[in-house]
């Protein structure tokens, strides 16, 4: 059990981009381009995405059926693929933003042991 | 999934290329220059290669893993439905396990005949003469210049088949020998199993005195002695001397010893001497039909050179596949692999009828899936490897029975047919064969689960989810394709089962035929006059009437004969060219042919051959007397149609040179020689006493035991010639000519008695076919009967309208398997003599016993829905 919630953890960790991925995509389809300027702006700039990254991650939740891409054509009438949050998607960034935050919460106890109610 | 992970790669860099230049054009707007727009973009991009690579490993791990995945969720489905999962393997095992064994069969006998590396490729070549149409040996000065011309092959040899009387120390007998070409072993591709082959210092003439010996000739004459490398044997008074012997494995050519080809200058220059057969292995790529139009072309060239001795003269090149275990054996493969392949399809077919049946009980987890986000695709893949896993654990099982069958058939062929069977000892499961096994599994389980996949994973969500699994009616599609699995099940069966009735027919047939000659109360056995002492004619002719003479003598012998073999023996006389006098056969070179025969009077009497017209041979047609002979009935309705054989004249031809005229005076019934042959051949039979063969069978009918003259009879031989062996064994296995007709006819015994197996489980696994069919589609409709009969039918009305729908499917099934079965059956008449095609019996039993089991199938579950109560009926709904 401990090894599986270590191993989630770490996906967690990991699945950081991915998660930013739904959470853009929750506000419509878009394109690669466009999911990776939406992480910058969204950031303030602060999280700059390695922009080639992106696809091996677009590519890991088609996979797992949490979006599905489909051709289209873009607002300059060039062809593209567009991404689009599936229902199972939009649960899986339910849970993992739920997820997320008590993860924050719990780095940010630790980080700040000050705030912390002190019981033993 | 493989076509959606291509697809989805495919897009990809077009996609890279086309973020990148989005980027640059942000990148302008913001005020860069066009060159420093395209850095930066790609220096925000990164590592392109990287990231093409990193997204094709995205999909090929994620592929493995759902792979795996699909089979443990199949695992776990299997053993949450052990019935289903027990059902679906064991109809499996039994299709792929006959398969499995079948295939290393036909292996181990057609296709690795004689284990040599290069089989396939190798070929015997004999001369071929236009006119005569017949085949005939090479001489060796034509073979000296095929060597040196011919661009066809990888290497050319020569054998000449000869025979020695064994002398000196040792049984006196006949030894079966072959002369060689020194590259002989090497153009076969085989080594020695002891000591060396020949080297080309041997062939030499006078320094030929060597011999390699045959694995089952040392084994029976030397004992299996390691040390019989250096020794000696004395054949024709001389001595040779071994050095070596060949592997047990290597039965060709089929001999006891072989010899160098030691010809002298004037014999290497002869062109008329045609007595050579020529083993050639063809180059790699090169067609049997492209090195016989090379070598014809040569020959005719050499027709125009040596016009003496080789026009007309052409060349016939055979495989030596064909040429060791002849045409028969491939189309008994075959026959065999179309029967395995009924059966395992009508395993696949039940296997299907059982996933579609669960397909509809299982469509509500297929639909929880799907809502889950699983696609079609996913879901159709997901059933696809439960069905493939379903059939590799078949398979797994049937590698089983393959075993026992193959433990079988080798055990059930009578050793004196296994020998004939090049590689009939060899026969095991190969890696060749679990390879073959493996992938009909595979073929098996897609075959088999392909249409219930796409069935239950129909997308019709909310339908099913909605219904929530209750009133499970299936679709029209759904009963068209259980009904339409059945009719093809049945149809399958019936061929399958009219094939076992006519091979068994065929064998009964047989065995009545052969109780016409009381085979039981007569003692066989065969006696080899060795050339030495036996050479002239007369010799030989008073052996075999003192022998007869002495043998009758005993006490307890009824009917003594000598003849040249024996009916059913499968072996024929010798093969010869005749002439019928006043017949207009001008030509001697396009003469009919006959099985000559040489017999003593009475052969016809012990053998129950009927008399026709004319007499039987007597003890006083003897060598001075007018040379007479007698005919089949066959031969004497062909030429004297009329009637008025007796006293017409015939004579044999041999090699071109006509015999004495011969005077028919009798005519006898046709006998049949050999199963295989249709048309039982034309029969001349001459006296023992005007045409004494260097070797003969002898036969003594008694009432009393007939091995129990066994001594005797070999004390008799002995008296007249101490020296004579008696065949091999006799003192240990005396023979009745019952045992030797069985022995001969073990292969059809065994051919039968396979079909027979499979007839039955062909059947077998058709019923339960239509079993689980009647009984699903009963319970189906459980809801619709109980309405019917609280609506006030009566149960022989409800138990009518479930049958009908079984007789209606065993009909179409009956009318599409009667013409199918009927192409088998002409195939079979071919192969076999005593097999009608158009036989009523093997046809209507076939029919009947299916007709029977699909009734008797749909018969047991419709009665049980006839007598449930229908109040009980609604409730449960």
């Known amino acids: 059990m401990s090894t599986q919630e270590r191993k989630k953890r770490l996906e967690l960790l990991q699945g950081t981009l991915d998660l930013l991925i739904l959470r853009t995509l929750l506000l419509g389809p878009a394109h690669g381009h466009q999911v990776a300027r939406a992480i910058e702006v969204n950031s303030d700039d602060v999280l700059q995405v390695e922009q080639g990254s992106l696809y091996p991650a677009l590519h890991r939740l088609i996979k797992r059926g949490w979006i599905s891409a489909e051709k289209g054509v873009s607002e300059n009438n060039r062809r593209a693929m567009f991404y689009r949050l599936t229902p199972k998607g939009r649960r899986q960034l339910v849970a993992e933003t739920g997820k997320w935050d008590r993860f924050s919460q719990a780095i940010a106890r630790i980080l700040r042991p000050a705030r912390q109610e002190s019981k033993s | ?877």
Not at chain 2, 114 to 133: A, C, H, S
Not at chain 2, 340 to 363: M, P
Not at chain 2, 600 to 620: I, N, Q
Request: hydrophobic share 50%.
């Open chain 2, 1 to 877: 999934m493989k076509w959606r992970r291509k697809r989805m790669l495919e897009a990809l860099d077009e996609e890279i290329r086309a973020h990148i230049e989005r980027e640059m054009q942000q990148n302008i707007e913001r005020g860069m220059k066009p060159e420093q727009a395209r850095r930066a973009a790609m220096l925000k991009f990164g590592n392109v290669a990287l990231a093409r690579e990193d997204t094709r490993a995205v999909w090929t791990i994620l592929w493995l893993e759902e792979l795996w995945q699909d089979v443990r969720y199949a695992a776990r489905q299997l053993r949450r439905n052990p019935a289903f999962a027990f059902a679906a393997i064991v109809a499996l095992a039994v299709g792929i396990g006959a398969n499995a064994a079948n295939f290393s069969i036909f292996d181990a006998i057609v296709w690795h005949a004689i284990p040599v590396r290069d089989f396939g490729r190798l070929v015997l070549i004999n001369g071929w003469r236009k006119k005569t149409r017949s085949w005939t040996g090479v001489s060796y000065a034509d073979y000296l210049d095929w060597q040196s011309h011919a661009r066809s092959f990888e290497g050319l040899a020569a054998l000449r088949y000869r025979q020695f009387d064994r002398t000196g120390e040792g049984p006196a007998g006949m030894v079966a020998a072959v002369a060689i070409t020194p590259d002989f072993y090497q153009v076969l591709g085989a080594r020695p199993f002891l000591g060396r082959s020949f080297s080309s210092g041997e062939s030499r003439p006078g320094r030929g005195h060597v011999a390699l010996l045959s694995y089952r000739y040392w084994q029976s004459e030397f004992a299996g002695d390691p040390h019989a490398v250096g020794r000696t044997i004395e054949l024709d008074h001389a001595a040779y001397t071994i050095v070596g012997v060949m592997p047990r494995a290597i039965e060709y050519p089929h001999t006891d010893i072989c010899v160098p080809l030691a010809l002298s200058p004037a014999e290497r220059a002869d062109r008329s001497a045609h007595n050579l057969t020529v083993l050639g292995l063809l180059k790699p790529g090169v067609s049997m039909a492209q090195a016989q139009a090379e070598l014809r072309t040569l020959a005719a060239g050499l027709a125009k050179s040596f016009p003496e001795s080789n026009r007309g003269l052409s060349v016939l090149l055979r495989s030596l596949r064909v040429y060791i275990n002849g045409n028969l054996s491939y189309y008994w493969g075959l026959m065999f692999a179309v029967a395995l392949g009924l059966v395992l399809l009508i395993a696949c077919a039940n296997v299907t009828n059982l996933q579609l049946a669960r397909g509809t009980s299982r469509r509500r987890e297929i639909a929880v899936r799907a809502s889950l986000g699983a696609t079609r695709r996913r879901v159709v893949r997901q059933l696809m490897v439960e069905s493939i896993l379903t059939a590799l654990l078949g398979a797994a099982g049937g590698l089983l029975l393959a075993v026992i069958w193959i433990h079988l058939a080798a055990a059930g062929m009578p050793r004196a047919v296994a020998q004939l069977i090049s590689g009939w000892n060899r026969i095991r499961l190969s890696p060749l064969a679990l390879a073959f096994t493996m992938s009909i599994a595979v073929a098996a389980g897609i075959v088999s689960g392909i249409l219930p996949a796409l069935y239950a994973s129909k997308p019709d969500l909310i339908g099913t989810l909605k219904e929530g699994g209750r009133t499970q009616t299936p679709g029209r599609a759904h009963r068209w394709l259980q009904g339409a699995l059945v009719v093809a099940q049945m149809a399958m069966a019936l061929v399958l089962l009219v094939g076992t009735g006519l091979l068994v027919d065929g064998f009964q047939d047989m065995l009545a035929r052969q109780k016409q000659f009381a085979p039981s109360s007569v003692l066989l056995f065969h006696v080899a006059l060795p050339k030495a002492r036996y050479n002239q004619s007369d010799e030989r002719a008073a052996f075999y009437e003192q022998a007869l003479q002495k043998l009758r003598a005993i006490p307890g012998a009824r009917f003594v004969s000598a003849f040249t073999t024996f009916p059913m023996s499968n072996g024929g006389g010798v093969g010869r060219d005749f002439q019928v006098a006043g017949n207009n056969q001008r030509s001697l070179k396009s003469l009919p042919w006959a099985d000559a025969q040489s017999i003593s009077p009475g052969f016809f009497a012990m053998m129950h051959v009927p008399l026709v017209a004319g007499r039987d041979f007597t003890s006083a047609d003897s060598a001075a007397s007018l040379p007479v002979a007698i005919v089949s009935r066959n031969l004497a309705r062909r030429y004297w149609p009329q009637g008025g054989a007796i006293g017409s004249q015939i004579r044999l031809v041999r090699s071109g040179k006509p015999g004495r005229w011969l005077t028919v005076v009798g005519v006898v019934g046709t006998v049949l020689w050999d199963w295989t042959d249709q048309t039982p051949e034309n029969a001349i039979f001459r006296p023992l006493q005007q045409a004494p063969p260097s070797d003969s069978f002898f036969a003594i009918r008694s009432s009393a035991g007939p091995i129990s003259l066994a001594p005797s009879v070999r004390q008799v031989v002995a008296t007249i010639d101490p020296d004579l062996p008696v065949t091999g064994d006799m003192e240990r296995h005396p023979e009745t000519l019952r045992q030797a007709i069985h022995d001969s006819m073990g292969g059809i015994g065994l051919i039968a008695g396979f079909m027979s197996a499979l007839g039955l489980i062909a059947f077998g696994l058709a019923a339960t076919g239509v079993y689980s069919v009647m009984a699903y589609s009963v319970a189906e409709r459980r809801h619709e009967i109980g309405v019917r009969m609280s609506l006030g039918a009566s149960s022989a009305s409800v138990l009518g309208l479930l049958l009908r729908r079984g007789a209606r499917l065993l009909g179409i099934g009956l009318a599409l398997g009667l013409p199918l079965a009927y192409g088998l059956a002409r195939v079979l008449a071919r192969l076999i003599v005593g097999v009608k095609a158009t036989d009523p019996i093997a046809f209507g039993s076939a029919a009947v016993v299916l007709a029977a089991a699909a009734l008797l199938a749909s018969y047991v579950p419709a009665r049980q829905a006839a007598r449930v109560d229908p109040v009980q009926t609604l409730r449960f709904e």
